[in-house]
T-cell receptor, first 112, second 112 residues
Framework: KNQVEQSPQSLIILEGKNCTLQ??????????LRWYKQDTGRGPVSLTI?????NTKSNGRYTATLDADTKQSSLHITASQLSDSASYIC???????????FGDGTTLTVKP | EPEVTQTPSHQVTQMGQEVILRCVPI?????FYWYRQILGQKVEFLVS????????KSEIFDDQFSVERPDGSNFTLKIRSTKLEDSAMYFC??????????FGSGTRLTVV
């Protein structure tokens, strides 16, 4: 069964600090991995998308990495802002069924 | 940037009543989805729709649920006889392989 596990479940950091969120998956065969940001009560918004051959992808202060060999991805947030407080969801798509598996998300709280 | 539009933003209904949630996906996308998210829980897949028919559905998507794309633009989710446990945020998404999902802002369904 395809699984996507995210850690930590929740994280509290001070404004201006950096943080790294983890995503481990068992989805196979792998097509792509996406990180989404979901503000409370809103739909998820895409941050990055990476295919098998991509190791890193940046979007402003967000940098995602992918190690397809170990089936791990991380999302690094630099110089956090209060507006970064949200749930960050890792979504992995497989090639065969074209189905996406969602992680449970990491809830990030940035405090002043 | 193209958006997925959902209406209404909030729907309150009595248990046993029928509700229709509406979505206008991005026009040149070919794949459409409904997801739900119970408060505090992860996003759950309900159904995918391609070429005017259901391509996949989850075990959640039982006979009480149906989807339609009646006029080539609107994409609707109907719940025939709502239950208390149907209370959740319902997200519509359209998908393009080069980008991934674009989610709507969601409809908060409250069944009383």
């Amino acid at each position: 069964k395809n699984q996507v596990e995210q850690s930590p479940q929740s994280l509290i950091i001070l404004e201006g600090k950096n943080c790294t969120l983890q995503c481990n998956y068992t989805v196979s065969p792998f097509s792509n991995l996406r990180w989404y940001k979901q503000d409370t009560g809103r739909g998820p918004v895409s941050l990055t998308i990476m295919t098998f051959s991509e190791n890193t992808k940046s979007n402003g202060r967000y940098t995602a990495t992918l190690d397809a060999d170990t089936k791990q991805s991380s999302l690094h947030i630099t110089a956090s802002q209060l507006s970064d407080s949200a749930s960050y969801i890792c979504v992995v798509r497989d090639t065969n069924a074209g189905k996406s598996t969602f992680g449970d998300g990491t809830t990030l709280t940035v405090k002043p | 940037e193209p958006e997925v539009t959902q209406t209404p933003s909030h729907q309150v209904t009595q248990m046993g009543q029928e509700v229709i949630l509406r979505c206008v996906p991005i026009s040149n996308h070919l794949y459409f989805y409904w997801y739900r998210q119970i408060l505090g829980q992860k996003v759950e897949f309900l159904v995918s729709f391609y070429n005017n028919e259901i391509s996949e559905k989850s075990e959640i998507f039982d006979d009480q649920f149906s989807v339609e794309r009646p006029d080539g633009s609107n994409f609707t989710l109907k719940i025939r006889s709502t239950k208390l446990e149907d209370s959740a945020m319902y997200f519509c998404a359209s998908f393009w392989s080069g980008y991934g999902y674009t989610f709507g802002s969601g409809t908060r369904l409250t069944v009383v």
